[in-house]
Antibody, heavy 114, light 112 residues
Framework: EVQLVESGGGLVQPGRSLKLSCVAS????????MTWIRQAPGKGLEWVAS????????YYPDSVKGRFTISRDNAKSTLYLQMNSLRSEDTATYYC???????WGQGVMVTVSS | DIVMTQGVLPNPVPSGESASITCRSS???????????LNWFLQRPGQSPQLLTY???TRASGVSDRFSGSGSGTYFTLKISRVRAEDAGVYYC?????????FGSGTKLEIK
């Protein structure tokens, strides 16, 4: 059974940093691209970052480019999202998803507030 | 960026009736391989999104055949036949034709 378990969320002040983790199981992690998607409270879905299966290439929208970094440790079957210079508009539930979006984690809440 | 625009449903929809959700893209989602890179998701209240269809009309594993996707290069429809209470939630279309990946704003389905 495929499982994706996110962690690392919480309350953080504007301008500070936070690192999310997503531990994967039930599939061969190093064969698949991975993606982070977020959802602000009461709002729709927004793509945040994607990474190839080897970690050799990464992709971001302009809204997070230069502030967020997606990475992975294939030996640990773990996906990461390093978030720097956080803003109030980054407040959201963050989901990790497998390549074709057919599996999602339960999500982790990040609140950016002073 | 490709803009995805979703329609609104005349809620609530009576149980057993059909519902069609529309989605329009600002650019064709047909890639050079001939496939149309459009996904549909359902997000039930309090849950993570669930993939319903990909490549515009291919149902994801385990998804009921009551869900069917169709469309052209820029106009898409998700039809739900014989709606049930469990179909209630917000439906999102997503283009995966190019980066940045973008979603529609969502269409809420309520069941009567």
């Amino acid at each position: 059974e495929v499982q994706l378990v996110e962690s690392g969320g919480g309350l953080v002040q504007p301008g500070r940093s936070l690192k999310l983790s997503c531990v994967a199981s039930g599939f061969t992690f190093n064969n698949y691209w991975m993606t982070w998607i977020r959802q602000a409270p009461g709002k729709g879905l927004e793509w945040v970052a994607s990474i190839t299966n080897t970690g050799g290439s990464t992709y971001y929208p302009d809204s997070v480019k230069g502030r967020f970094t997606i990475s992975r440790d294939n030996a640990k079957s773990t996906l990461y999202l390093q978030m720097n210079s956080l803003r109030s508009e980054d407040t959201a539930t963050y989901y990790c998803t497998v390549e074709d979006f057919d599996y999602w984690g339960q999500g982790v809440m990040v609140t950016v507030s002073s | 960026d490709i803009v995805m625009t979703q329609g609104v449903l005349p809620n609530p929809v009576p149980s057993g009736e059909s519902a069609s959700i529309t989605c329009r893209s600002s650019k064709s989602l047909v890639y050079k391989d001939g496939k149309t890179y459009l996904n549909w998701f359902l997000q039930r209240p309090g849950q993570s999104p669930q993939l319903l269809t990909y490549w515009m009309s291919t149902r994801a594993s385990g998804v009921s055949d009551r869900f069917s996707g169709s469309g052209s290069g820029t106009y898409f429809t998700l039809k739900i036949s014989r709606v049930r209470a469990e179909d209630a939630g917000v439906y999102y279309c997503q283009q995966v034709r190019e980066y940045p990946l973008t979603f529609g704003s969502g269409t809420k389905l309520e069941i009567k």
